[in-house]
């Protein structure tokens, strides 16, 4: 291309570095860092993100996509040039609408909430964290109308984790899994019986949980050249790049399968960020789709592949080399049954692949009635309770376990719960998809190789970096809308056989 | 001050937010990096720095110097305004008398020099070296003319690390340290019997001497609060405000000196850092006062301390805990005086006190023969020969254990090498103060007590950052010169004792 988008690239490369930079410092905060580098780490990542936002909400920005717009028009949309001006446009006109003053409230308020969330959870007293809440509140609807919306205000919040998706296109997919999953949560809760999974909660030294985790997600693909895991508080992934991918998990004796099934979910994130090509690094296409298509990596690795029968038939015995005690006599499908065990529980981290959708489901409604001002944010604690009883027949019995379980809210991201779901419902889709076009896949797994899987993830999604919206991404990969069935199918027939439904 | 004083201050604060955040990028590179990451990696470092150094040489940095130098003409120069405005128009003025273009030009060079010396260096060939080098020495020249100098072409370089003082100076020093520890070495020579350290040569497990090393160095009073030590190929100490300071430490299971002494050495570096107070954090005066100073710090716990009878006597018992089988009958005389064993031989880095500043005299009147021209390059390798035959009577057979074992040349780091010597004078004469003032450290330190020996250097040296030059800070600490006398004294009277002389 020409000299002005040589330029972007290079303006677009700097920023790139700033953010990365400042993933890098926060990836340091949660893993290394010492306690008392709070404060002079707090101050190091205002100034890089501020410096990325300046220069990216800068005139000289808006000028050179200004320039090249008719530039690109009569290109192919899906190619380098022409999806790289569309997104950063989209970013950058997101990025315009929030004032400088509006950015600087919204750190300051969700700084303080925060805080307060955490006292508040600890305390398990919602009228501690209530006047914060009210302001992030006020903020979100503030943020929603400078980004504007033509039906929905939640739309506005969505859009900014999946970009083109409606909340009344959520509504009809949330609307169909619930009709498919009450009931089937319903069903199973008479047979519990059947999954039991005592034997996991025996002594699993974590030394050994460590490096059967690290010898499943190297076999799954995760690349140690370009990567590493850590151990921090909360796992999560983060990417510096293409080139460096950063997953981390946490570890407890009593708590195997959280360790295990932890890594194999980051690691489903940290080889989306891996397979974005190096083309795209230091550009905005260098990232995910969105949560949501993150998520669906994710939660194919952990639940679809990981929680599969096949899978135990090649891991089990690998596993009971490292455990041999604890596991003696158990068989591959009793293991199978353990960790596919399904339970109404008040908290949505710890949710099987059943319930999980459904404290989503409670969640989206009440961030819709919250921005609609359509429930007093006093309310919340007793409408929490009344919405889980209603999907997950389970009342919480205080405001810890209940409206203040996530941390979410305080920082801010009222639009992001329903990316989670969202990522269960593309799991399905695009395993399916795989599998109609390598049906040899589940015969792979059961050998232990993962090859073809990624292999088709790569090309179909990976390869494609932030160049699609979900939709148009699930279109291309699929032929056809974002759809349900796929997940509801597999749910349906994986747990009527375990429940003997 | 007023708000002109805070305008500046606001700024080096950002500036030293980038700086800071590219030290926690450095470090992460040195320790966890994954290696593919390596070219993302130094593109951000590369943003970073240019963008630091964009912003400290701006013109509104100039105008603000040139408005606030005025006003603070009136201050005590040991103020905190005084010395603030004082030290970044030095920084100032250097900096700006380096253009864009030969910096880049620098960067370039030194980078793929770099990777030259580590060819060169493996495959013991000068000549491989030799092109890059003659690039670095004209650099250098054209550097030093640049930053200017009345006498020798030196001070220029030198001036860098040792802000005031001058070559004549350091080689005023370097004569008398010369007169006395060439005798010294060479009557130990004759002695060596007197030293056995062969069972420091068994083997002593890795992390038990990382559990003994962090014992040690949290008892003289690192703060683990504010500061970790992880592991690295090479060890180094980096931080990032004195609120996060990172140790490097390397083991191996037949070197426990290695680990254990270069532990207190990063130790030492590492607690002048803490102790820099956070008043001066993100400015140019949170810093040690030069880099030799810095090294007085380090080079004093290390030896004067760690390697002293008294120390021992307290460690030894402690140390038998970790290693009963390999310390079976080593008594405290025993082990002090291997610790304390002299051997001339070819590598610095692996150098005693007594020989280690003869290596440092062979590198300083090389570059001083190189800036001035009086040497051909290729005459390098037999120079240097001829200069360890004449002062450690020792003759490399090789160009990988001669001209080519130290990294600095290749970076560019012309001028440095004296830093090292320097810290061995200052270690001894800032301890001799300190314990002129408090009499009892010597037998704190046989009590495993260092609170006092680190109060005093906190105090003295430490809390006043960057404020002062060496000359001024020797000065202002012991009444008087930088003088050596303290450092012969110490090494005569503690090797005659070993040895018998």
Redesign the interface.
């Known amino acids: 291309m020409n000299a002005q988008f040589e330029e972007l690239i290079a303006r677009l490369?700097?920023i790139a570095?700033?953010n990365?930079?400042?993933g890098?410092?926060s990836w340091?905060q949660q893993t290394?860092?010492?306690?008392?580098?709070i404060?002079?780490?707090a101050?190091?990542l205002?100034?890089?993100r501020r410096?990325a936002h300046e220069r990216f909400t800068s005139d000289e920005i808006g000028q050179l996509l200004d320039d090249l717009e008719p530039q690109v028009a009569e290109l192919e949309p899906g190619s380098y040039e022409a999806s790289l001006i569309r997104v950063t446009r989209r970013d950058y006109d997101r990025q315009r609408k929030l004032s400088a003053d509006l950015v600087a409230r919204l750190t300051r308020t969700t700084a303080l909430a925060r805080e307060a969330w955490e006292r508040a959870r600890k305390a398990s007293d919602f009228a501690l964290f209530l006047p914060h809440l009210d302001e992030i509140l006020d903020l979100s609807v503030e943020i929603a109308e400078a980004l504007g919306y033509e039906d929905r205000i939640y739309d506005a919040l969505l859009d900014r984790f999946e970009p083109g998706l409606k909340t009344a296109r959520i509504e009809a997919l949330f609307a169909e899994m619930k009709a498919g999953l009450v009931p089937l949560g319903q069903a199973i809760a008479g047979q519990q019986g059947r999954a039991d999974d005592t034997f996991l909660h025996q002594d699993f030294p974590v030394d050994r949980q460590w490096d059967f985790g690290l010898e499943v997600i190297t076999r799954l693909g995760f690349?140690?050249?370009?990567?590493?895991q850590?151990r921090s508080a909360h796992p999560f992934t983060t990417s510096?790049?293409p080139?460096?991918v950063r997953l981390t998990t946490r570890l407890s004796p009593g708590n195997f399968k959280s360790a295990l099934f932890g890594s194999i979910h980051e690691a489903g994130h940290g080889m989306y960020n891996q397979g974005i090509p190096m083309d795209l690094?230091?550009t905005p296409l260098a990232r995910g789709a969105s949560l949501g298509v993150h998520e669906s990596q994710s939660r194919m690795w952990e639940n679809i592949v990981g929680r599969s029968r096949g899978f135990w038939t090649f891991w089990l015995p690998r596993l009971r080399e490292y455990f041999p005690s604890q596991l003696e006599g158990v068989t591959v499908d009793a293991f199978y049954r353990a960790v596919n065990r399904v339970e109404p529980s008040l908290i949505r981290v710890e949710a099987d692949e059943v319930t999980y959708n459904l404290h989503i489901f409670v969640r989206f409604e009440i961030e819709n009635l919250m921005l609609e001002r359509k429930v007093r944010l006093s309310d919340l604690p007793e409408l929490w309770k009344t919405k889980m009883e209603e999907y997950l027949g389970v009342w919480p019995a205080d405001d810890a376990d209940g409206v203040l379980q996530d941390v979410h809210w305080s920082s801010g991201m009222l639009g992001y719960f329903p990316t989670y779901s969202l990522g269960n419902i593309l799991s399905a889709q695009f395993y399916d998809q795989a599998v109609s076009e390598i049906p040899d896949i589940p015969a792979q797994i059961e050998k232990g190789e993962f090859g073809s899987l990624l292999g088709w993830m790569r090309t179909n999604i990976h390869a494609r970096g932030a160049k699609y919206t979900p939709a148009e991404l699930v279109e291309l990969v699929t032929g056809g809308p974002i759809r349900t069935e796929p997940f509801l199918d597999y749910a349906r027939s994986k747990y009527a056989e375990i429940y003997g439904l």
């Open positions: 490369g700097e570095d700033f990365n930079a400042a890098v410092l340091d290394y860092m010492p306690p008392g580098a404060r002079a780490r101050q190091q205002t100034t890089l410096t690349d140690f050249e370009h990567g590493r850590d510096f790049t080139a460096d690094a230091r």
